[in-house]
């Protein structure tokens, strides 16, 4: 895991000052090496977290004299053994232990069809000599991010966003759209971002650009929807089934030099983790869980919960409490560390867990995917009682943030783009294949909504110290068998049925059979005292009031009662001050 960055100019050589700007913003991602090679119209940059093959011969920029390849990769290919193995057989030989040598040799053999053999988390950059060309590819489900944007003088790439922006080519006009998005999903979705003109590559998709600025893209993976309805296959055997699945997703993301540690909540799906490790044989396992004051009733940790994980398994287990004045101090530098405004509460929490588990081990599993995967949300049960007609609707009324009338308010008349959001929903739902009103939102959430939220909020608190987490419930084939399964299985006895029965023979019942928590970081959600000086603060700024995003007097009305402005996902006026926040912080004027 690392951080990437390149320029391909069309008009004469790579200004290499441009990505090693870049670079700088990105060395928090790898700080365990730096790299940068330039060619004619070609450099790449690269920041390293030494995870597989801790050599010098595993750096990067790699380079491959006689194939004349070039790579910059972030992730990790989890069977890169076996691939390796594979194409040594069909006469390749190699000069490290390394899976980023693997991606480039499994390129030179198989060209864009190599994706379709990494089992994985990946976003790289190849560039091929011969044809000066460059080769850009994304994981199946996002779960490693690739921004880019192109004019008529070249194309620039980096793992960030707020990295891209340090190259002055690259324009930092907001776009109506990508606001709209915010607003609504609390994320910006899809080839989207926050501005205009600069893109994110698709998951599942790959890109080539020529020397002269020819642009093609294609797709090698799609989450197909083929519910499996038939009477053959017994309550049992899916069971049997995501066990097999789970166990090797799990195994699978134990490939490292380094210890491998967990993220553990107290939910049942990281509590599944370590109780599946420990069955891997697994002992010792580096465990971490994070807690935060209490505010007035609302509970601010989850240890009884995790604690009894750590004791039933003996894990080797840090329990770190975040005081209020940590919170506050080091909420600034949350903001940073986000590649893109991220609303959710819990993303203070992932920043300092990050900082504190990145004092112990490089690498950890994660659990986040499995409430998308297995349906554990509280918006699916409403949608099996819907017709298709008004499945899109529904869906927006469970999960949006505002509603038309509350954004033409918030909102300068600019960004106000009727039903923009609402459109994609509908989009997503006639074109995802899936029949009911209930798999078209566990499609639209796996597919789209996770890959900009949740994953991308792991992504970037974690890497923020140099950590690498893995998600073993994003593993491509167990979510493939995920959406075979007959949505009954998943949403009985209030969701997540089927994978709370496997871990019934995994792990203690108590930490199955208790309410669903959330990461709970209650003074966020209470935008109360000091943080709701903080967003008095940043409304004052000349640039909140120079930018013409929001309706003033309104933020001015949410300023002065803001318990008034609470919504199903916590303060609303969090959510519009973190977004004038991260424009201020990173200097977007």
């Known amino acids: 895991m690392c951080g990437i960055a390149g320029e391909i100019n069309f008009q004469g050589k790579a ?13 928090p991602r790898g700080p365990d090496g730096w ?6 119209n070609m450099c790449f940059g690269h920041q390293r977290l030494k995870v597989i093959d801790l050599t010098a011969a595993g750096a990067q920029p790699m380079h491959d004299a006689s194939l004349g390849l070039t790579i910059v990769f972030n992730g990790c290919i989890y069977n890169y053994k076996a691939l390796r193995h594979e194409l040594e057989q069909l006469g390749h030989t190699f000069f490290s232990t390394s899976d980023t040598e693997v991606i480039l040799k499994a390129y030179a053999q198989w060209q864009e069809q190599c994706m379709s053999r990494f089992n994985g988390m990946f976003a790289f950059a190849i560039w091929h000599r011969d044809s000066n060309s460059t080769f850009f590819a994304r994981d199946r489900l996002g779960i490693k991010p690739l921004y880019y944007h192109h004019n008529r003088n070249g ?11 340090k190259c002055p080519e690259v324009p930092a006009k907001l776009s109506p759209l990508g606001v709209h998005q915010y607003m609504s999903f609390r994320a910006i979705v899809g080839a989207d971002t926050l501005f205009s003109n600069v893109h994110k590559l698709l998951p599942g998709h790959w890109l080539k650009v020529t020397a002269d600025g020819e642009i093609s893209q294609g797709c090698y993976w799609q989450l197909h929807t083929e519910v499996d309805n038939s009477e053959q296959r017994s309550e049992q055997d899916w069971q049997q089934a995501l066990r097999a699945a789970l166990f090797t997703s799990a195994k699978r993301r134990l490939e490292a030099d380094v210890p491998v540690g967990v993220l553990l909540s107290g939910g049942v799906d990281s509590s599944l983790l370590v109780g599946m490790l420990s069955e891997l044989g697994q002992k010792k396992l580096h465990t971490f869980s994070i807690g935060f004051d209490n505010v007035a009733e609302e509970e601010g940790n989850e240890f009884q919960y995790s604690d009894i994980i750590a004791e039933h398994y003996a894990t080797d287990h840090n329990k770190i409490f975040a005081r209020h004045n940590t919170l506050l101090t080091h909420l600034r530098p949350c903001v940073d560390a986000m590649s893109e405004p991220m609303v959710s509460h819990d993303v203070i929490g992932f920043y300092l867990l990050a900082q504190a588990v990145s004092q112990h081990v490089k690498v950890v599993q994660s659990g986040q995917g499995a409430d998308e995967v297995f349906a554990g949300y509280h918006w699916y049960p409403p949608m099996t009682d819907v017709t298709a007609s008004s499945a899109a609707e529904c869906y927006a009324q469970a999960y949006f943030s505002w509603d038309e009338s509350e954004l033409g308010q918030v909102l300068a008349p600019e960004y106000c783009l009727r039903n923009e959001s609402l459109n994609l929903v509908r989009q997503h739902f006639a074109n995802c294949g899936s029949c009911l009103p209930v798999d078209k939102a566990l499609h639209l959430d796996t597919a789209v909504m996770l890959v900009d939220d949740p994953v991308k909020r792991v992504d970037n608190m974690t890497m923020a110290f140099g950590l690498e987490a893995r998600v073993p419930f994003l593993d491509h084939e167990l979510v493939e068998l995920a959406f075979q399964m007959p949505h009954q299985l998943k949403l009985r006895d209030g969701g997540k049925y089927l994978l709370k029965q496997v871990a019934r023979d995994i792990i203690p019942n108590a930490v199955i059979d208790r309410p669903k928590g959330y990461f709970p970081v209650p003074a966020l959600r209470q935008m109360q005292g000091e943080y709701l000086e ?11 009031r120079q930018r013409k995003l929001f309706n003033m007097d309104y933020i001015d009305a949410m300023l002065a009662a803001p318990e008034q402005y609470t919504g199903k996902f916590g303060s609303k006026l969090w959510q519009v001050t973190l977004l004038e926040l991260w424009l201020q912080q990173h200097g977007i004027h």
Do not use: D
């Open 15 to 27: 200004a290499s000052h441009y990505v090693n700007s870049m670079l700088e913003h990105l060395a």
């Open 155 to 165: 194309f620039w790439f980096s793992s960030t966003l707020p990295s891209l922006l």
């Open 534 to 544: 903080l967003a008095k603060e940043v409304f004052s700024q000349p640039a909140a």
């Open 35 to 40: 790299g940068l090679t330039a060619q004619g």
